[in-house]
């Protein structure tokens, strides 16, 4: 029930939907001072959640920024799903996300730690055959990891079963902690949070980073389609993590 309440929910806070209700708000309404306010609120809203220079602002707060691993060695390195998906015919492909693929596997293949767990199932709320992590472990065996390496967790749908299915099958293996926790930049804050509650002690190891270069131009303040999903994305998490704080 959680699980379908979360999917729903996201429609009715993302700043899309608000700059769309104030449009439509402003296209129906009768009364001409009501009107411009609604139009010129969902102006203003477009404006503010379209600007580069006031994303890389708030990125720059939010994103939880690289820190050097202070352990030489790891038992584990837990790389979370959501940069993988099937296409129409079912065949698994990478997304924008893959970034978390490419450095856990890093974190491997560099000695950093001595297993890798993809913890990843079926997010969709329609969900098909699908499982993210049986695709992947395909992947890490054409780099030539070692099956006796990997450890895949492919039952969760959001980060509140990651960290709980994980948990399980590190304590399984009696893999000791802490360890390395990979995802984007964007889901580190909620995602060790989540980890922390669960009990699971973790480093974490961001990276697909969202943000700009950091430079100062007039580009900057040129309104970008682009920014709006970025903001989308960026919306969730911050409500999962105002959730998250409250269960």
């Known amino acids: 029930m959680f699980f379908l309440f979360s999917k729903l929910l996201l429609i009715f806070i993302l700043p899309l939907t608000w700059i769309l209700t104030f449009l439509i708000a402003g ?18 809203l477009l404006v503010i959640f379209s600007n580069p220079f006031l994303f890389d602002q708030f990125v720059n707060v939010w994103d939880i920024q690289p820190v050097p691993l202070k352990n030489n060695h790891y038992s584990c390195v837990i790389v979370l799903g959501g940069f993988s998906s099937d296409d129409a015919k079912g065949n698994g492909m990478f997304n924008g996300a ?4 490419i450095q856990g596997v890093k ?6 730690a001595s297993h890798i767990l993809i913890s990843g199932g079926n997010g969709n709320l329609l969900a098909d055959n699908f499982r ?5 472990k395909t992947q890490l065996l054409q780099f030539k990891i070692p099956d006796s390496c990997i450890l895949i967790e492919n039952k969760s749908r959001n980060t509140i079963e990651n960290a709980a299915f994980s948990k399980i099958l590190l304590q399984k293996n009696h893999l000791q902690s802490p ?15 989540i980890f922390k509650k669960a009990g699971i002690d973790v480093a974490p190891y961001p990276c697909n980073y969202m943000k700009g270069n950091g430079g ?11 920014i709006l999903g ?5 919306t969730k998490e911050m409500v999962g993590t105002l959730v998250n704080y409250c269960r």
């Open 27 to 44: 296209l129906i309404a009768k009364r001409l001072k009501l009107k411009q306010r609604f139009l010129i609120t969902s102006a203003v």
């Open 98 to 101: 893959s970034d978390r693929f």
């Open 107 to 112: 974190l491997f293949i560099t000695s950093k």
């Open 132 to 136: 993210e992590g049986d695709w992947v």
């Open 179 to 193: 360890y390395i926790l990979v995802t984007s930049a964007f889901h580190m804050r909620r995602s060790l949070g």
């Open 216 to 226: 100062f131009s007039l580009a900057e303040f040129v309104p970008d389609a682009s």
């Open 230 to 234: 970025n903001w989308n994305i960026y």
